[in-house]
């Protein structure tokens, strides 16, 4: 079976980011970018499908501005087996990738789709969710292990009280959590070979969505800075602290 | 205007979080509040509901479909009671952010996820980059479909309201996915989420064994045991213990950080505690840059200091 999996660009988890002083975002200009880990963990587990003799091709899709080709060049890297750019310059929020994403599952009939959970810059646990209900599929979102067999999927998910156990008719979305595997890193002959795998372009007028924000963001603030950074040299004088200054205990 | 909270449980008690969705619920449609219960014999939820402060009707939606929540089940179910209502909201956690979506995307709407502070009936505000932004959204959609940062919005009372219960139809099995099995954690100790206090350990405590020198602590102070992504990728404690970005998001009155270097993704899962204390052998480590009291040391000789100190002075 086919499985696609979607890579956001983002900014890289290690940096810390920047508010605008203009209040209209966050600085993205010189900053290392990235895909989403939560991506990279989708790549690897599709990666992992395969090598188990269950998926026979890999498709990952990425959208947004044209260096997006890099997010998808280093799943490729990893291994995936050809790309798909919708190339847009506009602001896409989840429900406009979900549509994107329909419309590209329509015309290559995957029967597994993989998306991280969430994306670490916008953090809102959407996309997957979506596509799954534009498609009339089931979703298990959350992801810490997946285990396929006879047009089903059996996937735990990581949920507030434990571990939950659903099975799901294929087609389905999982979108992955932090403990489904630990992805792997490109090895050069790989990255080498990556650049030679081939990179399909469209749009999102080339698909027919309407990919107008609905959400307008009116602005972008710093949160209040905490004043933190106070010592104490005991126990004594911690436990004496927090029940006669801070009065917590 | 009026807003349609859906309430989390388990057919037996109501989830804590479903109060701080009601207290943002309210701030946006006043008295015109509905709560849907649905679920597998919960009519026992649907009465505590009822009593909630503020609430205007209860929707009990009882059915074997709904018994553990499914999204596919439940979305259609809260689709059709759109209908009736201009928002649409639920707690931001696991169960919220699973379903909500899918209602969402089936309205054609954007959810506004995770919203910490209501501007206006359309205009809200949501932490994005692991809370290091705060962004102001304004919808332009015509239900707006929400999932609520419990800690940003003081629960409301849960007691004093005396709302009628009304059944609502089953929207039916959608036939796409099936529960199989839960493995909860079992604990005397309170919910993070909904803990006055939590003691949280990460990298440093070395081994899940060493969890118990926490354990003591959290005993004495009657706090939840938390950890950081560090410590649950390391097999020390299992996954709902984890705060931060991806985990749960806390706000207790006293968060104990142990052995945890402070990661801005765990940072942002914490850092709106109203006091923070951090225990850690390293000084230079960026925890203490947030934290209200740090204690540098080896958290081996100061946990059961700790202990000590806190039995004595009992």
Known sequence: MKALVAVKRVI????KIRVKADKTGVETANVKMSMNPFDEIAVEEALRLREAGIVSEIIVVSLGVAQCQETIRTALAMGADRGILVETNAELQPLAVAKLLKAVILQENPEIVIIGKQAIDDDCNQTGQMLSALLGWPQATFASKIKISDGHAEVTREVDGGLETVAIKLPAVITTDLRLNEPRYASLPNIMKAKK???APTTPEALGVDVTPRLVVLKVEEPAKRQGGHKVGSVAELVDKLKTEARVI | MSALVVAE???AALKPATLNAVAAATKIAGQDVDILVAGKGCRAVAEVVAKIAGVRKVLLADDAAYDHGLAENVAPLVVKLAESHSHLLAPATTSGKNFMPRVAALLDVMQISDISAVVSPDTFVRP???GNALQTVQSKDPIKVITVRGTAFPPGDATGGSAAIETVASTGPAGLSEFLRAELSKSERPELTSARIIISG??????????HL???????????VGASRAAVDAGFVPNDYQVGQTGKIVAPELYIAVGISGAIQHLAGMKDSKVIVAINKDEEAPIFQIADYGLVGDLFKILPELEAELERSQ
């Open chain 1, 12 to 15: 890289d988890y290690n940096v």
């Open chain 1, 197 to 199: 795998k081939p990179i």
């Open chain 2, 9 to 11: 449980h388990d057919n």
């Open chain 2, 128 to 130: 994005i980059y692991a």
């Open chain 2, 202 to 211: 990460g990298r440093g405590m070395q081994s899940g064994d060493n969890f």
């Open chain 2, 214 to 224: 926490l354990e003591k602590v959290a005993d004495i102070l009657g706090a939840a």
